[in-house]
């Protein structure tokens, strides 16, 4: 049996129709993973903020060459 935790709270996910899929997270080093959430909590689930920093220094640093 695959063990879940929710992202929002750290719990373990028992109930298989319980498990929401959010995305898929990639790794630099090897295989990525998938990320879940208890049903109630999927929609209180914020992206990693470190990740949405580097997405925005990409992307202001696009602009300027553009």
Do not use: K, N
Not at 15 to 33: F, I, K, N, R, T
């Amino acid at each position: 049996m695959i063990q879940r935790f929710c992202r929002y709270c750290d719990e373990p996910i028992t109930d298989p129709g319980d498990a929401v899929h959010l995305w898929y997270e990639e790794s630099m080093s090897g295989p990525g993973w998938d990320v879940w959430a208890h049903r109630e909590h999927a929609g209180l689930v914020e992206p990693d903020p470190a990740l949405v920093r580097i997405l925005a220094r990409v992307l202001i640093a696009g602009w300027g060459r553009a």
